[in-house]
């Protein structure tokens, strides 16, 4: 590896500790994580990233500070952080997560330093695993719409996105790396099967507001006005409509207009429904499933 010389071996004090997470979810899952530091003559040893590996699938999850960082460090050294999260993502594809920490351990020496592995029991995405340990152990800043988005319970979202007002927020949650984030992105539960495979049920999925651009074909979180059951009121579908020219079809100040919004699920057990355009709003569009 790429730093393998500028690495030294850490052994944590005391027993490893056993992490209990939010059990809500069916299914477990076990992994091992460690914690990686940067160790630096005259200065105290300062956290950088954790890596955890999952025991079914031996496949490596990591999150690491990102090199600016570490600024003050001399250019050699961000020139290596910058490489080592892509360095260490194809090692361990090349030689699986747990041989890689264990080469970690036996070979590292110098700039920094592993912890002991620990093991833990978690359900859910090892990535949200991850950005817990990693907001516990190395970096517990929130920065709004800079490192984490929000949480809204599904009215809440549809108060603050919908209707201009504020909508308590649950819980601030990191950002997928690669995301630029916005003032538009919020994360929802969604409940229900129409739009399995791709949003399981009870999936928790990070959502934009304010639509840009065309609807079509875009997966998007709704609120239907005429529903007084909170179950039906807000659903996911995909949008699709038809316009036709509004006015004289021979005019010039003709415009267009819907003639039809259908809402599709992905699923084939449930139906397609269509609405008026005054009949329901658009609150966000899909981005991604963010644990299952």
Not at 13 to 18: E, H, I, K, L, T
Not at 243 to 266: N, T
Request: proline share 5%; hydrophobic share 40%; with cysteine.
């Amino acid at each position: 590896m790429a730093f393998r010389t500028s690495i030294s071996r850490y052994q944590a004090s005391g027993p490893a500790p056993v992490i209990s997470i939010d059990s809500r979810r069916t299914g477990e899952s076990h992994a091992a994580w460690s914690l990686l530091e940067i160790e630096r003559p005259g200065h105290r040893s300062e956290p950088l990233g954790i890596l955890l590996v999952d025991e079914a699938s031996d496949n490596l999850t990591r999150r690491l500070r990102p090199a600016v960082d570490f600024a003050d460090l001399e250019e050699q050294a961000v020139d290596i952080l910058e490489l080592l999260g892509e360095d260490l993502a194809a090692k361990a594809q090349e030689m699986g997560g747990a041989r890689l920490l264990a080469s970690l351990e036996d070979s590292l020496s110098g700039f920094f330093r592993i912890s002991d592995r620990t093991r833990i029991t978690y359900s859910g995405d090892p990535r949200r695993q991850v950005d817990r340990l990693f907001d516990e152990y190395v970096d517990s800043t929130v920065l709004p719409y800079v490192t984490h988005f929000p949480k809204y319970a599904l009215r809440a979202a549809a108060t603050k996105f919908g209707e201009g007002m504020s909508g308590e927020v649950e819980e601030w949650l990191r950002a997928p790396e690669g995301l630029r984030l916005s003032e538009d992105h919020f994360a929802v539960r969604v409940v229900g099967r129409s739009m399995e495979p791709l949003i399981p049920d009870g999936a928790l999925c990070l959502f934009r507001a304010n639509v840009r651009g065309t609807r079509q074909g875009k997966r998007v979180l709704i609120e239907k006005f005429d529903e007084n059951d909170f179950s039906a009121r807000y659903t996911v579908k995909r949008y699709t409509s038809k316009k036709v020219q509004a006015g004289d079809a021979g005019g010039e100040d003709a415009g267009w207009e819907h003639s039809m919004i259908r809402l599709e699920p992905l699923n084939p057990e449930f139906e397609a429904f269509e609405l008026s355009p005054d009949a329901f709003r658009v609150i966000g569009e899909f981005v991604e499933v963010l644990e299952s």
